[in-house]
């Protein structure tokens, strides 16, 4: 399984055999790395457009996750721990935890027994992402870094 993030356009896609097509997107190409998650972000998963919320300015864990509308799903992608990422949906619970090692490209999936290939699809293509802001310590230390090396390179 590979994402890949691409620069232009602004895109990360999922390429896995057996998972449906999944994809996020950002309008801005002026920016560099991951894709930046706001009110312009579109996520498609399965030919399904999704809805993406997020309130950066809670205070927990719980309220800074990405709130996502997938059809009739409702799910939170959530920081748990250090490193530790989980995608859970509103009815069935815990679906996927992935955990990433400072400083490798490398991640552990851990896909729980109510998950299926769309829940799959959706938190792979999350790894396109740019997740810094699910916690208070990562945005206060990236929100300095960025205004510091805004990433706009040579276009």
Known sequence: ?????????????LAAPGLPEASVSHPDELKQGLILIDERTRLRVGGLQATLTWNGRSLGKKGRGI??????RDYAYLRIGTGEEELRDAERGPLVRQRNRFGRSTVGVTVLSAADSIDLALALVLQGADRTGLTITQTAVFGVLSYLYPGHGDV
Request: aromatic share 0%; glycine share 16%.
């Open 67 to 72: 709130r996502i509308g997938l059809g009739d």
């Open 1 to 13: 399984m590979t994402v890949t993030v691409g620069a232009v356009p602004r895109q990360a896609t």
